[in-house]
Protein backbone atom coordinates (compact mmCIF):
# COMPACT_ATOMS: atom_id res chain seq x y z
CA UNK A 1 0.00 0.00 0.00
CA UNK A 2 0.79 3.30 -0.18
CA UNK A 3 3.50 4.86 2.71
CA UNK A 4 4.53 8.30 3.61
CA UNK A 5 7.62 9.20 5.54
CA UNK A 6 7.79 11.61 7.60
CA UNK A 7 10.84 13.11 8.70
CA UNK A 8 11.97 14.02 11.49
CA UNK A 9 10.26 11.72 13.83
CA UNK A 10 10.51 13.88 16.71
CA UNK A 11 12.35 17.46 17.42
CA UNK A 12 12.54 19.65 20.49
CA UNK A 13 13.41 23.03 19.93
CA UNK A 14 13.37 26.55 22.58
CA UNK A 15 10.73 28.46 22.41
CA UNK A 16 10.94 31.50 19.31
CA UNK A 17 12.82 29.15 16.53
CA UNK A 18 11.17 28.16 13.54
CA UNK A 19 10.49 24.41 12.83
CA UNK A 20 10.53 22.55 9.13
CA UNK A 21 9.02 19.46 8.75
CA UNK A 22 8.19 17.51 5.37
CA UNK A 23 6.78 14.22 4.22
CA UNK A 24 7.39 12.11 1.21
CA UNK A 25 5.72 9.58 -0.57
CA UNK A 26 6.36 6.93 -3.31
CA UNK A 27 3.14 7.81 -4.88
CA UNK A 28 1.44 10.44 -6.16
CA UNK A 29 -1.56 12.35 -4.18
CA UNK A 30 -4.08 14.99 -5.55
CA UNK A 31 -4.55 16.32 -2.07
CA UNK A 32 -1.88 17.28 0.24
CA UNK A 33 -2.79 17.86 4.21
CA UNK A 34 -1.18 18.92 7.38
CA UNK A 35 -2.98 17.44 10.88
CA UNK A 36 -2.11 18.09 14.64
CA UNK A 37 -2.69 15.51 17.24
CA UNK A 38 -2.70 16.87 21.06
CA UNK A 39 -2.76 13.88 23.55
CA UNK A 40 -6.23 12.06 24.32
CA UNK A 41 -7.49 14.16 20.96
CA UNK A 42 -7.98 13.24 17.19
CA UNK A 43 -6.10 14.60 14.53
CA UNK A 44 -7.38 18.17 13.48
CA UNK A 45 -6.84 19.58 10.39
CA UNK A 46 -4.64 22.54 9.92
CA UNK A 47 -4.21 23.38 5.88
CA UNK A 48 -4.79 21.91 3.04
CA UNK A 49 -3.38 21.41 -0.25
CA UNK A 50 -4.84 20.95 -3.75
CA UNK A 51 -2.26 21.84 -6.63
CA UNK A 52 0.71 20.59 -7.28
CA UNK A 53 3.27 24.13 -6.76
CA UNK A 54 0.45 25.69 -3.86
CA UNK A 55 2.04 27.63 -1.02
CA UNK A 56 -0.63 27.96 1.56
CA UNK A 57 -0.06 29.60 4.74
CA UNK A 58 -2.02 29.86 8.08
CA UNK A 59 -1.35 31.88 10.84
CA UNK A 60 2.33 30.96 11.26
CA UNK A 61 2.21 27.92 9.43
CA UNK A 62 2.93 27.51 5.77
CA UNK A 63 2.89 24.39 3.60
CA UNK A 64 3.12 23.63 0.19
CA UNK A 65 2.61 20.81 -2.08
CA UNK A 66 5.36 19.55 -3.81
CA UNK A 67 5.95 20.05 -7.81
CA UNK A 68 6.19 16.57 -7.90
CA UNK A 69 2.97 15.49 -5.90
CA UNK A 70 4.89 13.23 -3.89
CA UNK A 71 5.98 15.73 -1.42
CA UNK A 72 5.30 18.23 1.39
CA UNK A 73 6.62 20.16 3.66
CA UNK A 74 5.51 22.14 7.05
CA UNK A 75 7.10 25.37 8.65
CA UNK A 76 6.05 26.93 11.40
CA UNK A 77 7.15 30.19 12.39
CA UNK A 78 8.30 31.56 15.76
CA UNK A 79 6.99 28.51 17.86
CA UNK A 80 5.30 28.81 21.12
CA UNK A 81 4.39 25.79 23.99
CA UNK A 82 0.64 25.71 22.51
CA UNK A 83 2.57 24.45 19.14
CA UNK A 84 3.46 21.53 21.18
CA UNK A 85 1.92 18.08 19.40
CA UNK A 86 2.24 15.61 17.19
CA UNK A 87 1.92 16.79 13.71
CA UNK A 88 0.74 14.07 10.74
CA UNK A 89 0.79 14.76 6.89
CA UNK A 90 -1.39 13.00 5.00
CA UNK A 91 -2.29 12.36 1.26
CA UNK A 92 -5.84 11.78 0.15
CA UNK A 93 -6.99 10.40 -3.84
CA UNK A 94 -10.20 9.71 -5.21
CA UNK A 95 -13.10 8.62 -3.19
CA UNK A 96 -11.49 10.68 -0.18
CA UNK A 97 -9.27 8.50 0.92
CA UNK A 98 -6.62 9.22 3.22
CA UNK A 99 -3.04 7.69 4.04
CA UNK A 100 -1.14 9.32 7.19
CA UNK A 101 2.41 9.55 7.56
CA UNK A 102 3.98 8.19 11.03
CA UNK A 103 3.96 11.67 12.32
CA UNK A 104 7.15 14.36 13.56
CA UNK A 105 6.43 14.86 17.56
CA UNK A 106 7.47 18.52 18.52
CA UNK A 107 8.28 19.53 21.61
CA UNK A 108 9.03 23.67 22.57
CA UNK A 109 10.70 24.07 25.64
CA UNK A 110 9.99 27.92 27.65
CA UNK B 1 -21.98 22.63 15.71
CA UNK B 2 -21.74 19.26 17.28
CA UNK B 3 -18.31 17.13 16.59
CA UNK B 4 -17.63 13.72 16.30
CA UNK B 5 -19.02 12.00 19.47
CA UNK B 6 -17.04 8.52 20.43
CA UNK B 7 -17.89 5.95 22.98
CA UNK B 8 -16.74 4.59 25.15
CA UNK B 9 -13.18 6.82 25.78
CA UNK B 10 -11.76 3.66 27.44
CA UNK B 11 -12.00 0.00 27.54
CA UNK B 12 -9.71 -2.84 29.45
CA UNK B 13 -10.56 -6.18 28.43
CA UNK B 14 -8.50 -9.85 28.32
CA UNK B 15 -7.96 -11.32 25.11
CA UNK B 16 -10.51 -13.37 23.35
CA UNK B 17 -13.09 -11.13 24.77
CA UNK B 18 -15.12 -9.09 22.85
CA UNK B 19 -15.53 -5.40 22.67
CA UNK B 20 -17.64 -2.45 20.75
CA UNK B 21 -16.98 0.84 19.38
CA UNK B 22 -19.94 3.44 18.85
CA UNK B 23 -19.47 6.79 16.49
CA UNK B 24 -21.61 9.57 15.80
CA UNK B 25 -20.98 11.64 12.69
CA UNK B 26 -21.23 15.58 12.67
CA UNK B 27 -25.11 15.87 11.27
CA UNK B 28 -25.34 16.01 7.53
CA UNK B 29 -21.86 14.64 7.01
CA UNK B 30 -21.83 11.35 4.21
CA UNK B 31 -18.87 9.72 4.63
CA UNK B 32 -17.54 8.27 7.55
CA UNK B 33 -14.02 6.20 8.46
CA UNK B 34 -12.52 4.07 11.30
CA UNK B 35 -9.09 4.14 12.02
CA UNK B 36 -6.58 2.46 13.94
CA UNK B 37 -3.76 4.43 15.32
CA UNK B 38 -1.22 2.01 17.47
CA UNK B 39 0.88 4.34 20.21
CA UNK B 40 3.72 6.08 17.89
CA UNK B 41 2.13 5.67 14.56
CA UNK B 42 -0.12 7.61 12.38
CA UNK B 43 -3.84 6.31 11.84
CA UNK B 44 -4.14 3.54 9.75
CA UNK B 45 -7.34 3.45 8.05
CA UNK B 46 -9.84 0.31 8.62
CA UNK B 47 -12.76 1.00 7.17
CA UNK B 48 -14.80 4.25 5.13
CA UNK B 49 -18.22 4.23 4.58
CA UNK B 50 -20.54 6.32 2.03
CA UNK B 51 -24.01 7.00 3.63
CA UNK B 52 -24.57 3.12 4.28
CA UNK B 53 -22.35 1.72 1.87
CA UNK B 54 -18.83 0.49 2.36
CA UNK B 55 -16.42 2.47 0.17
CA UNK B 56 -13.42 0.67 1.39
CA UNK B 57 -12.69 -2.04 3.89
CA UNK B 58 -9.27 -3.88 2.80
CA UNK B 59 -7.13 -3.07 5.45
CA UNK B 60 -10.41 -4.52 7.96
CA UNK B 61 -9.06 -8.16 9.52
CA UNK B 62 -12.70 -9.35 8.68
CA UNK B 63 -11.62 -12.77 10.61
CA UNK B 64 -12.32 -10.45 13.67
CA UNK B 65 -13.08 -6.88 13.34
CA UNK B 66 -16.67 -5.73 11.98
CA UNK B 67 -18.07 -2.71 11.19
CA UNK B 68 -21.58 -1.39 10.34
CA UNK B 69 -23.57 1.75 9.93
CA UNK B 70 -26.82 0.47 8.96
CA UNK B 71 -29.16 4.23 8.61
CA UNK B 72 -26.06 6.31 7.21
CA UNK B 73 -26.19 8.09 10.20
CA UNK B 74 -23.85 6.50 13.86
CA UNK B 75 -21.78 3.52 13.47
CA UNK B 76 -20.37 0.35 15.31
CA UNK B 77 -16.90 -1.11 15.23
CA UNK B 78 -16.86 -4.63 16.82
CA UNK B 79 -14.04 -6.58 17.98
CA UNK B 80 -14.17 -10.20 18.53
CA UNK B 81 -12.43 -11.92 19.47
CA UNK B 82 -9.87 -9.64 20.73
CA UNK B 83 -5.90 -9.73 20.68
CA UNK B 84 -2.85 -8.32 22.31
CA UNK B 85 -1.69 -6.73 18.93
CA UNK B 86 -5.84 -4.91 18.71
CA UNK B 87 -4.44 -2.46 21.71
CA UNK B 88 -4.72 0.65 19.89
CA UNK B 89 -6.84 4.31 20.10
CA UNK B 90 -10.11 3.48 17.34
CA UNK B 91 -10.70 7.26 15.84
CA UNK B 92 -13.83 7.54 14.05
CA UNK B 93 -13.67 10.67 11.78
CA UNK B 94 -16.49 12.20 9.00
CA UNK B 95 -16.45 14.05 6.33
CA UNK B 96 -18.73 16.38 4.30
CA UNK B 97 -16.91 14.56 1.25
CA UNK B 98 -19.60 14.23 -2.44
CA UNK B 99 -18.15 12.83 -5.62
CA UNK B 100 -16.06 15.92 -7.04
CA UNK B 101 -15.33 18.04 -4.13
CA UNK B 102 -11.70 18.89 -2.89
CA UNK B 103 -10.94 16.03 -0.76
CA UNK B 104 -8.95 14.88 2.32
CA UNK B 105 -11.34 17.66 5.31
CA UNK B 106 -11.76 15.20 7.72
CA UNK B 107 -13.19 15.70 10.99
CA UNK B 108 -12.16 13.35 14.07
CA UNK B 109 -13.44 12.47 17.60
CA UNK B 110 -11.53 12.08 20.40
CA UNK B 111 -11.23 8.31 20.32
CA UNK B 112 -11.67 5.07 22.06
CA UNK B 113 -8.66 3.91 23.80
CA UNK B 114 -8.59 0.04 23.79
CA UNK B 115 -5.79 -1.68 26.15
CA UNK B 116 -6.32 -6.12 25.67
CA UNK B 117 -4.58 -7.75 28.65
Known amino acids: GQQLNQSPQSMFIQEGEDVSMNCTSS?????WLWYKQDPGEGPVLLIA?????ELTSNGRLTAQFGITRKDSFLNISASIPSDVGIYFC??????????FGGGTRLMVKP | EAGVAQSPRYKIIEKRQSVAFWCNPI?????LYWYQQILGQGPKLLIQFQNNGVVDDSQLPKDRFSAERLKGVDSTLKIQPAKLEDSAVYLC???????????????FGEGSRLTVL
Open chain 1, 27 to 31: SIFNT
Open chain 2, 93 to 107: ASSLYYSGRAGGELF
Open chain 1, 49 to 53: LYKAG
Open chain 2, 27 to 31: SGHAT
Open chain 1, 90 to 99: AGCNAGNMLT
